[in-house]
């Protein structure tokens, strides 16, 4: 079983950056990012794959949000640049022990740990 605690989320005007962290404990080979909206389903944003150190992002994001990790701290970084209001969310962590397999890396349900999340609003 592996906790994951999300840190870094809060209020940030239209433009501005947030990064938010995820600490795990103990190593996976996948983390990864997911936000959700109210009144929205839980949408796929961004995923590390250690072994290959891959990232992978959903369109909505790309080019503004980088992902990284310590793997030394087994902590997944999410630097959020350019935010809209559309970005408001809460952020939640999620972290899988498979190896790559061809699953869908921004597919909630490939996850099996998950953090309570912290909420990032953006306003305009």
């Known amino acids: 079983q592996v906790q994951l605690v999300e840190s870094g989320g809060g209020s940030v005007q239209a433009g501005g950056s947030l990064r938010l962290s995820c600490a795990a404990s103990?190593?996976?080979?996948?983390m990864a990012w997911f936000r959700q909206a109210p009144g929205k389903e839980r949408e796929g944003i961004s995923s590390?794959?250690?072994?290959?150190?891959?990232?992978y992002y959903a369109d909505s994001v790309k080019g503004r949000f980088t992902t990284s990790r310590d793997n030394a701290k087994n902590i997944l970084y999410l630097q959020m640049d350019s935010l809209k209001p559309e970005d408001t969310a809460m952020y939640y962590c999620?972290?899988?022990?498979?190896?790559?397999?061809?699953?869908?890396?921004?597919?909630?349900?490939?996850?099996?740990?998950w953090g309570l999340g912290t909420q990032v609003t953006v306003s305009s």
């Open positions: 999620a972290a899988d022990d498979s190896w790559l397999n061809g699953a869908d890396p921004l597919e909630a349900r490939k996850y099996p740990y």
């Open positions: 590390f794959y250690s072994p290959s150190t891959s990232t």
């Open positions: 103990g190593y996976t080979n996948w």
